[in-house]
């Protein structure tokens, strides 16, 4: 990876940093060698951005080029952009009035330097605007109106207009970014591709153990991608890369899903894509997606508030009631009587306007079938716990697990296989555990799941290797496809 500060006079970057090469932008817009160099990464650090300036076509050939612009072209018309400032403004009101409550004047700025501010205080909010607006440098303008405080518009900087006080700070924190693993040469020849997959260590229930992750970094470094672990903190970094592999569970209302779409605006290859997610994300899709195609599920009742004395007629008892957006066995309850559900049903009715309701099925255990690109990948067996309905029973921060029994694909029934790839269609080509319950020769869909659990020493049983390289791969070629793509275009 060749990694360059583009700036308009070569006495504008007083800061030598290794492996940082510095080039001024008419050199990066004229020479034909930057023409034919593929995996740069470009710190625009031009004088000026405005349409057709210097700076301006230093991002816009980036992008011609398949290099990677930092700011990118999105960017600098987005910070123009008065809709979107105000959307900015809106969407980290709280964080700006917290913030700021102290400045007594009626004006403020805040000086953003790879993401970091001086001031300590000030930090969060430099950080939370510098994943919204991913550039190097830039300056945040606010007022205040009334006792609140209001954004009124950020802009990049030029690097000659860093106060000279300031410059020991911008080393150290351009030092700290630079520095991260991205940045380091780690072998001798440089990756085509770059991959970040994106993790959470805090999360109680991960949808992939630290065995597996290691795996899947190695996989994804066997097939050619440099491979980098990030986490929500890094959504300004997104442009850096070319795919992006989330492995902590996704929700629409939710930072995953703010990177899922992100990352596809950008050009990234992305699993879970934003539709999976919004697909899978949501129980009363699915419940009438699945029914549009005619699969077999148990009998399912989409409730609302005017049709719950007919849910028992429709589906029996007893019955399982979900949230729209449950997960993880979590959001999830069985109702044994008419006024269980209605009590459980008016809970649910206060967060969301819909919900499912459905047959109950008891089998010992449930089919999880993993598909990917619409081809099976690998196949469980997920017991029940011990005296209890579901695979898994939450005790707060813990949980209890059935027994999973990976099953070679071979041995799995045709038509648990047949089923699962047709519902997978109905969500897309990606990464999906479907699962099914078989009664007698009968498969009933239960759900569809983006981002399945994928764990050493469960799922990956029977493939080892394999089966992280299998999606590894999967994810080069979409690379491939998607750059090739673009190159004919």
Same mark, same amino acid.
Not at 134 to 139: D, G, I, Q, T
Not at 320 to 343: H, I, N, R, T
Not at 387 to 407: D, L
């Given at each position: 990876?060749?990694?360059? &500060?583009?700036?308009?006079?070569?006495?504008?970057?007083?800061?030598?940093?290794?492996?940082?090469? &510095?080039?001024?932008?008419? $050199?990066?817009?004229?020479?034909?060698?930057?023409?034919?160099?593929?995996?740069?990464?470009?710190?625009?650090?031009? #004088?000026?951005?405005?349409?057709?300036?210097?700076?301006?076509? =230093?991002?816009?050939?980036?992008? !011609?080029?398949?290099?990677?612009?930092?700011?990118?072209?999105?960017?600098?018309?987005?910070?123009?952009?008065?809709?979107?400032?105000?959307?900015?403004? $809106?969407?980290?009101?709280?964080?700006?009035?917290?913030?700021?409550?102290?400045?007594?004047?009626?004006?403020?700025?805040?000086?953003?330097?790879?993401?970091?501010?001086?001031?300590?205080?000030?930090?969060?909010?430099?950080?939370? *605007?510098?994943?919204?607006?991913?550039? %190097?440098?830039?300056? !945040?303008?606010?007022?205040?109106?009334?006792?609140?405080?209001?954004?009124?518009?950020?802009?990049?900087?030029?690097?000659?207009?860093?106060?000279?006080?300031? *410059?020991?700070?911008?080393?150290?924190?351009?030092?700290?970014?630079?520095?991260? %693993? #991205?940045?380091?040469?780690? #072998?001798?020849?440089?990756?085509?591709?770059?991959?970040?997959?994106?993790?959470?260590?805090?999360?109680?229930?991960?949808?992939?153990?630290?065995?597996?992750?290691?795996?899947?970094?190695?996989?994804?470094?066997? /097939?050619?991608?440099? =491979?980098?672990?990030?986490?929500?903190?890094?959504?300004?970094?997104?442009?850096?890369?070319?795919?992006?592999?989330?492995?902590?569970?996704?929700?629409?209302?939710?930072? +995953?899903?703010?990177?899922?779409?992100? !990352?596809?605006?950008?050009?990234?290859? /992305?699993?879970?894509?934003?539709?999976?997610?919004?697909?899978?994300?949501?129980?009363?899709?699915?419940?009438?997606?699945?029914?549009?195609?005619?699969?077999?599920?148990?009998?399912?009742?989409?409730?609302?508030?005017?049709?719950?004395?007919?849910?028992?007629?429709?589906?029996?008892?007893?019955?399982?009631?979900?949230?729209? $957006?449950? !997960?993880?066995?979590?959001? &999830?309850?069985?109702?044994?009587?008419?006024?269980?559900?209605?009590?459980?049903?008016?809970?649910?009715?206060?967060?969301?306007?819909?919900?499912?309701?459905?047959?109950?099925?008891? +089998?010992?255990?449930?089919?999880?079938?993993?598909?990917?690109?619409?081809?099976?990948?690998?196949?469980?067996?997920?017991?029940?716990?011990?005296?209890?309905?579901?695979?898994?029973?939450?005790?707060?921060?813990?949980?209890?697990?059935?027994?999973?029994?990976? /099953?070679?694909?071979?041995?799995?029934?045709?038509?648990?296989?047949?089923?699962?790839?047709?519902?997978?269609?109905?969500?897309?080509?990606?990464? @999906?555990?479907?699962?099914?319950?078989?009664?007698?020769? +009968?498969? /009933?869909?239960?759900?569809?799941?983006?981002?399945?659990?994928?764990?050493?020493?469960?799922?990956?049983?029977?493939?080892?290797?394999? *089966? @992280? *390289?299998? &999606?590894?791969?999967?994810?080069?070629?979409? =690379?491939?496809?998607?750059?090739?793509?673009?190159?004919?275009?």
């Amino acid at each position: 990876m060749t990694t360059v &500060v583009a700036v308009s006079d070569i006495g504008d970057w007083a800061l030598h940093l290794p492996g940082v090469e &510095v080039v001024l932008a008419k $050199d990066y817009l004229a020479d034909v060698r930057w023409s034919e160099l593929e995996g740069v990464r470009v710190f625009n650090l031009c #004088r000026r951005y405005r349409y057709q300036s210097e700076g301006y076509y =230093v991002s816009l050939l980036a992008m !011609a080029r398949g290099h990677t612009a930092i700011p990118n072209l999105t960017t600098l018309l987005e910070m123009r952009s008065r809709t979107m400032v105000r959307a900015v403004d $809106d969407e980290l009101e709280e964080s700006i009035q917290r913030t700021l409550k102290k400045i007594q004047s009626p004006e403020f700025v805040i000086s953003i330097y790879f993401g970091a501010n001086l001031a300590k205080r000030y930090a969060p909010l430099a950080q939370r *605007l510098f994943n919204l607006f991913p550039a %190097p440098l830039l300056r !945040a303008h606010f007022s205040r109106t009334r006792n609140r405080w209001r954004l009124q518009r950020i802009e990049p900087i030029p690097s000659r207009m860093i106060p000279e006080a300031h *410059l020991p700070f911008v080393r150290e924190a351009a030092e700290r970014y630079f520095a991260r %693993p #991205r940045y380091q040469v780690r #072998r001798l020849r440089p990756p085509r591709f770059h991959l970040a997959m994106l993790t959470d260590p805090k999360e109680p229930f991960p949808p992939s153990n630290q065995g597996a992750l290691r795996r899947f970094e190695r996989a994804g470094e066997k /097939v050619g991608f440099g =491979v980098e672990l990030i986490g929500r903190d890094d959504f300004s970094r997104l442009p850096e890369f070319d795919a992006l592999f989330i492995r902590t569970t996704t929700h629409v209302n939710h930072y +995953t899903f703010n990177f899922a779409q992100r !990352a596809q605006a950008e050009g990234l290859s /992305v699993i879970d894509d934003p539709q999976s997610i919004i697909r899978c994300g949501n129980k009363v899709f699915l419940a009438e997606a699945l029914v549009q195609a005619k699969l077999p599920t148990p009998r399912t009742v989409v409730g609302n508030r005017f049709n719950l004395t007919e849910i028992v007629k429709a589906v029996g008892l007893p019955c399982v009631l979900k949230y729209p $957006d449950s !997960a993880f066995s979590q959001g &999830v309850s069985k109702c044994e009587s008419e006024e269980e559900l209605m009590e459980k049903a008016s809970g649910i009715l206060e967060a969301s306007d819909l919900f499912v309701a459905q047959e109950f099925v008891p +089998t010992a255990f449930d089919w999880r079938v993993g598909v990917f690109e619409d081809e099976p990948l690998y196949a469980c067996r997920y017991h029940m716990v011990d005296q209890h309905w579901q695979i898994v029973r939450h005790h707060g921060q813990k949980a209890e697990y059935g027994k999973i029994e990976p /099953v070679p694909l071979d041995l799995v029934p045709t038509g648990v296989v047949r089923t699962a790839l047709r519902a997978a269609r109905c969500v897309g080509s990606g990464l @999906y555990g479907v699962d099914l319950k078989r009664i007698g020769r +009968t498969c /009933v869909v239960m759900e569809v799941n983006d981002n399945p659990n994928i764990d050493h020493g469960y799922e990956d049983s029977l493939l080892g290797e394999e *089966l @992280y *390289l299998r &999606v590894m791969q999967g994810l080069w070629n979409r =690379v491939l496809k998607l750059k090739n793509g673009r190159a004919r275009g």
